[in-house]
Nanobody, 123 residues
Framework: QVQLVESGGGLVQAGGSLRLSCAAS????????TGWFRQAPGKEREFVAT????????FYADSVKGRFTISRDNAKNTVYLQMNSLKPEDTAVYYC????????????????WGQGTQVTVSS
């Protein structure tokens, strides 16, 4: 059974930083691309960042480029999202997701999802 478990969310002031983690189990992690998505109240889920199985093929949404960094540690079966210079508009539930081999930016292409972690940025 595949499980993705996010952690690291919380409340932070604008300009601050958070680091999200997503621990995976039940799959051969090194064969899966991983992505981060977010969903704010009343909005559709949107792409944030994705990373290929070996750490290459990195893509970011324009809204987070230069502020967020996705990374992974295959030895720990974990993917991270370092979020710096946070803005109130970054407030959302953040989800990690996994799919085999090739990194994609569409949520529909991902097979496995975590339960989400809340990030709230106050102004």
């Amino acid at each position: 059974q595949v499980q993705l478990v996010e952690s690291g969310g919380g409340l932070v002031q604008a300009g601050g930083s958070l680091r999200l983690s997503c621990a995976a189990s039940g799959l051969t992690f090194s064969m899966y691309a991983t992505g981060w998505f977010r969903q704010a109240p009343g909005k559709e889920r949107e792409f944030v960042a994705t990373l290929g199985p070996s750490g290459g093929s990195t893509f970011y949404a324009d809204s987070v480029k230069g502020r967020f960094t996705i990374s992974r540690d295959n030895a720990k079966n974990t993917v991270y999202l370092q979020m710096n210079s946070l803005k109130p508009e970054d407030t959302a539930v953040y989800y990690c997701a996994a799919r085999r081999l090739v990194a994609r930016v569409s949520a529909r292409d991902y097979n496995y999802w975590g339960q989400g972690t809340q990030v709230t940025v106050s102004s």
